[in-house]
């Protein structure tokens, strides 16, 4: 009864201790993004330059510490490194390690890499973690989306380009322009850069608008399905045994 209680005792002192890791990991991340807004401003001085790069370093050397921690207890390892997670924790560090030994111009591109980290924050968060089981979960109907409507905007770019090439020639000089207002279009932006005057380039337009509407409430009502169902699997995997869903500091990751 004694080594029972224990035990009890023991897990719920681990439990407690990887949520506050869980947390500080959290807080680390937010921070290293905050510093890296604050690098872009123009007029800090030396001392500020300094502090933001000293917890630059700091972040990083957490980060690989966490990283090489779960590549030392994953078994096996390729299971980790392989993962999503495991390639954006991997992300989130390298482009430091990379800017020791290149110049400033590369810096620049190099320094953007690290808003990678702000997909770590997708393991600690229980609706990030639901949103992406959703899309593993819709993933062949989003792909298979995705494909049609790639196809819907080069018919629609040349769609175009053929109603409107004679009477704006400087307008719709290719297809490609053409591809431009298709994008707009049913995206519905709208910039107003290009746009019809011919008549049937109004009427193929207003069609186009029109399935606009539809190229955005598609993907909106597979993800939504996608998140009860994620939703659902999480609760189920919660309460059973041998569950596939990743605790905030454990080693397991969800396909």
């Known amino acids: 009864m004694t080594n029972s209680y224990s035990s009890a005792l023991d897990a719920e002192q681990v439990h407690v201790s990887f949520g506050r890791i869980e947390w500080a990991l959290q807080a680390l991340i937010v921070l290293s993004l905050a510093a890296f807004a604050l690098e872009t401003l123009p007029d800090l001085s030396p001392v500020q330059l300094l502090a933001l790069q000293g917890f630059?370093?700091?972040?990083?050397?957490?980060?690989?510490?966490?990283?090489?921690a779960r590549v030392w207890l994953t078994r096996p390892w390729r299971r980790y490194v392989f993962s999503f997670y495991g390639l954006i924790d991997i992300l989130a560090i390298v482009p430091f390690y990379l800017s020791l030994g290149v110049g400033s111009e590369s810096l620049r591109s190099l320094r953007l890499l690290r808003l990678f980290r702000i997909f770590k924050l997708a393991r600690y968060n229980v609706a990030m973690l639901r949103f992406y089981r959703a899309l593993v979960i819709a993933r062949e109907e989003l792909v298979l989306f995705g494909v049609m409507a790639l196809i819907l905007l080069y018919l629609a770019g040349v769609g175009v380009y053929q109603f409107e090439h004679v009477a704006q020639p400087e307008a719709f000089r290719s297809v490609f322009d053409g591809l431009w207002w298709a994008l707009c279009t049913l995206t519905t932006v709208g910039y107003g850069d290009v746009y019809p005057v011919t008549a049937g380039g109004k009427l193929f337009t207003f069609a186009i608008l029109v399935v606009g509407l539809g190229v955005i409430a598609v993907p909106v009502g597979l993800v939504a399905s996608a998140l009860t169902?994620?939703?659902?699997?999480?609760?189920?995997?919660?309460?059973?045994?041998g569950s596939n869903v990743p605790t905030a500091c454990g080693i397991k990751e969800s396909r």
């Not at 630059?56 to 090489?68: C, I, M």
């Not at 609760?235 to 059973?240: D, I, V, Y």
């Open 229 to 241: 169902l994620a939703r659902e699997e999480i609760e189920r995997g919660a309460h059973g045994a």
């Open 56 to 68: 630059e370093v700091f972040a990083t050397v957490v980060f690989t510490v966490e990283y090489v």
